[in-house]
Structure formats: C-alpha cells, structure tokens
C-alpha cells in the first residue's frame, strides 16, 4: 500500500521560513523507469496549486513561478525503496497561507504535467501552513 508522510509546517511571521518534507513508501517500481513527488497547497476558495516537483532517478526539480528563488527542494533521493522529497520555504508571505500537499506518480517522471493534480493519483492528508504579517 502506498503511502505519504508528510511533516513539517506550522505558523510563522511573514519574512520567516520553514520547512516541509514528504517520505514516501509501499510503491512498486519498474526497472529503469523515473517517479515524481509534488508539493501542492490549497488555500479557501482557491485551486490547489503545484509548487514544487522532483524525481529522485535524474534529481530533476521544477519550481512554479509563484515560488522560485524563495522555495528550495533540498532534497529528492530514493533509498531503500523510499522516496523523500523536502522542501525549505523562505521569505513567507501571508499568501503562502494554505494546506500543503505531498503528491505522487511512480513509474512515470515529472515532466510536461507535474503541476496537474489530476495526473497524481497519491495524496498526503495535507499539513497547515499559515503565515501571518
């Protein structure tokens, strides 16, 4: 069974950072072939937004515009039979106020729809983060 842990968030002021990271396990991977951790958030009325993208086999990593140059993936590795993606988050802004969640496709990589969250068919329950100004 597969299955995504996710951890970190939490409240801080806007100009704060924090940190987020997703371990996932249960999959089963075919030979030679890539898989693709998100990060998406979702805030009241708004549609869930893909953030950040890695895949552990190339150690590619993609940044939405939203995001890139405040947010760093500082990690995408597999281990073990598990995938970590983590995710520092500096420079919060009271935007970035939302559910945070960890999503994943394995045996397909990254590439051209990592930011649809109809092509991830795995799900965190989501972890808060709320930035106050």
């Known amino acids: 069974e597969v299955q995504l842990g996710e951890s970190g968030g939490g409240s801080v002021q806007a100009g704060g950072s924090l940190r987020l990271s997703c371990v996932a396990s249960?999959?089963?991977?075919?030979?030679?072939?890539?898989?693709?951790l998100v990060w998406f958030r979702q805030s009241p009325g708004k549609e869930r937004e893909g953030i950040v993208a890695?895949?552990?086999?190339?150690?590619?990593?993609?940044?939405?515009d939203s995001v890139k140059g405040r947010f760093t993936i500082t990690d995408i590795s597999e281990d073990n039979n598990k995938i970590t993606l983590s995710l520092e988050m500096n420079s919060l802004k009271p935007e970035d106020t939302a559910m945070y969640y960890c999503?994943?496709?394995?045996?397909?990589?990254?590439?051209?729809?990592?930011?649809?969250?109809?092509?991830?068919?795995?799900w965190g329950q989501g972890t808060q983060v709320t930035v106050s100004s």
């Open positions: 890695g895949s552990p086999t190339f150690g590619t990593k993609y940044y939405a």
């Open positions: 249960g999959y089963t991977s075919r030979v030679s072939t890539a898989h693709c």
């Open positions: 999503a994943a496709r394995f045996n397909r990589g990254c590439g051209g729809s990592w930011s649809d969250r109809d092509q991830f068919p795995y």
